[in-house]
């Protein structure tokens, strides 16, 4: 096993556990919150389909490449976005609300 | 890699840790989300300046990004909160779709005969990442109604899937050993999708948070592959993180539900008591119902009223009523409380989003274990648009697919109010007992309307 592949396989199995141990004590409340985070975060296929895309020359790669980098920015984009619509609903609930209460 | 993106890769990472512990919290999980995004901006921007680009790959990437924004801001803008969950789910297939898309980009560059250090991953890729794909399509397309929510079953499915599942791992081998030649990632590519729709079909729509949760793990985890097929840090650690956390995750939600993963995913739930539904009961036995006038006084002279709120609540937008309601009888002195199930609504926590859109206190949502030994203690207990999160058969009919699955217990109020737009069963398509109690009076209609209707009620009592 190359010197590279150890490594990577090194920060594969610590970040399984930093992965576990991260979120053991989230609340129900926030598990759907919790999932669309991590599904934005899983969006960092971005970065893998800009690499690929980057060196496109045949129409094979051209094509691949741009779908790859349309859907992985969807998943990024749409991602953090949907989670920020929902959890700004979380806020400003110690205060009370800032708009009157008609009588 | 040079040393600078290496550094920048290793604080991308940190802020994901950072936006995941953050996301576990209440209080911080809005700033979590954007750590993570401040991450994936930092990762983006860092990897940008060590690329050599054709022309026409600026092109395609400017051109992407340009498109998958627009897709991705108006989609995730324009949703409805009642529609969330198939939007996570889309956005995680489209995920999937394009992890196994730069692993069949990177093992063409490889050409006929990768080593298999950079084989074994890609192909991974391929397989879960097509999986996925499809999965989270049927998953939004069941949850849409674009499709029957209820399971689609044949004879010997469990074995289809597994000859489908075996067809894969012996193609994949065929691709390690032989030969890397593109028709057979496409052959590997077709034959997961086939599965991911194959695995995703015999699932009840009420499963579909479950199942979208483990194809979010699933996405991860070929992130991760790709990671590996593209010597990417970032890649790896990201995947890996989403992997490992979206495990635990669909782990917490099918426990939230009583049952195991196993049964949820190949439990073809919804199917087997379809038939013992319609032989139970349905024979006309007589339910009370009352009018909003006798339900307005009810509820104006009680001391303790528990709302019970479920998806049929989602559904006719009408949390803003049932505030307006629970502001009406507070007036009065009425202490209301509303009990959420893990479950309610279509996903976890899924009525807590809705409710705190309507600016529902957050101290009056009381969670399962908090709430359910007060129920003995409630003069009224209002149940809006949920079935079979009370459902006594999950406590009384070992039959029953819902059997063991925890659930309120609104059955030993004093009065229960069951506002219901008609008979027909809930999202598990069973019938629910607690509808034919004698404690229990039915209010039929629209949630909005009817509650509209009980503000007035309780004004004029």
Do not use: C
Not at chain 2, 16 to 26: M, T, V
Not at chain 2, 326 to 353: F, S, T, W
Not at chain 2, 354 to 376: G, R, S, W
């Amino acid at each position: 096993m190359s010197n590279e592949l150890l490594n990577e396989v090194t920060f594969f199995v610590l970040a399984i556990f930093v992965g576990i141990e991260v979120i053991s004590k989230v609340p129900t409340i926030l598990h759907t919150p919790l999932m669309s985070g991590t599904n934005a975060i899983h969006g960092i296929i971005l970065v893998g389909a800009i690499v690929i895309a980057a060196g496109a020359s045949s129409p094979v790669t051209i094509a691949l490449g741009l779908v790859a980098v349309i859907l992985a920015t969807t998943n990024v984009v749409g991602g953090f976005v949907v989670t920020d619509r929902m959890l700004e609903m979380f806020k400003g609930r110690q205060q009370p609300s800032k708009t009157p209460q008609v009588k | 890699m040079t040393t600078l993106i290496t550094i920048a890769y290793l604080v991308a990472a940190v802020l994901f840790i950072l936006g995941l512990k953050q996301l576990s919290s209440p209080k911080s999980a809005r700033n979590g989300n954007f750590t993570a995004a401040a991450g994936m901006a930092l990762a983006l921007v860092a990897t940008i300046p060590q690329l050599h680009f054709t022309t026409a790959g600026i092109r395609i990437i400017a051109v992407g990004i340009v498109i998958g924004s627009v897709v991705g801001t108006v989609g995730a803008r324009m949703v409805k909160m009642t529609a969330i969950p198939q939007m996570v789910a889309l956005f995680n297939g489209v995920g999937g779709g394009a992890a196994a898309l730069v692993a069949v980009a990177e093992l063409l560059r490889f050409g006929e005969h990768p080593g298999f250090a950079v084989a074994f991953p890609s192909v991974f890729s391929i397989v879960i990442g097509s999986v996925s794909f499809a999965g989270s399509m049927i998953a939004f397309a069941k949850l849409q109604e674009l499709m029957t929510g209820t399971p689609i079953t044949y004879p010997r499915q469990q074995l289809v899937n597994g000859l489908l599942a075996a067809a894969i791992v012996g193609f994949v081998i065929a691709v390690l050993a032989i030969a890397s030649v593109p028709f057979s990632f496409l052959s590997l590519a077709i034959l997961a999708l086939v599965l991911g729709v194959a695995f995703v079909l015999p699932i009840g729509g009420a499963d579909m948070p479950v199942v979208i949760s483990l194809l979010n793990a699933f996405t991860g985890l070929a992130v991760a592959a790709t990671g590996f097929t593209l010597n990417n840090f970032a890649l790896i650690v990201a995947g890996t993180l989403v992997g490992a956390s979206g495990s635990l995750l669909t782990k917490m939600m099918s426990d939230a539900m009583g049952r195991s993963l196993t049964n949820v995913l190949f439990g073809a739930f919804g199917q087997v008591q379809a038939g013992a539904a319609a032989v139970a009961g349905k024979e006309g036995r007589s339910v009370r119902s009352a009018s909003a006038e006798d339900l307005g006084t009810l509820l104006a002279y009680s001391r303790r009223v528990i709302i019970v709120p479920g998806y049929g609540l989602a559904v006719a937008q009408a949390q803003h009523a049932v505030r307006e309601l629970a502001e009406v009888l507070e007036k009065r002195d009425v202490e209301v409380l509303y009990a959420i199930h893990p479950v309610a609504g279509r996903m976890p926590g899924h009525m807590n989003v809705l409710l705190a859109e309507a600016n529902v206190p957050y101290e009056q949502l009381k969670e399962m274990d908090e709430i359910n030994d007060e129920f003995k203690n409630a003069d009224v207990v209002l149940i809006v648009g949920a079935n079979d999160v009370v459902n006594p058969a999950a406590r009384s009919s070992p039959g029953s697919p819902i059997y063991g699955m925890p659930i309120l217990n609104a059955d030993q109020a004093k009065n229960i109010v069951f506002m219901k737009r008609s008979m027909r069963p809930g999202f598990a398509g069973i019938d629910n007992e607690l509808m034919f109690d004698p404690k229990t009076i039915m209010f039929f209609g629209d949630a909005k309307d009817s509650l509209t209707k009980l503000v007035q009620a309780v004004k004029a009592a």
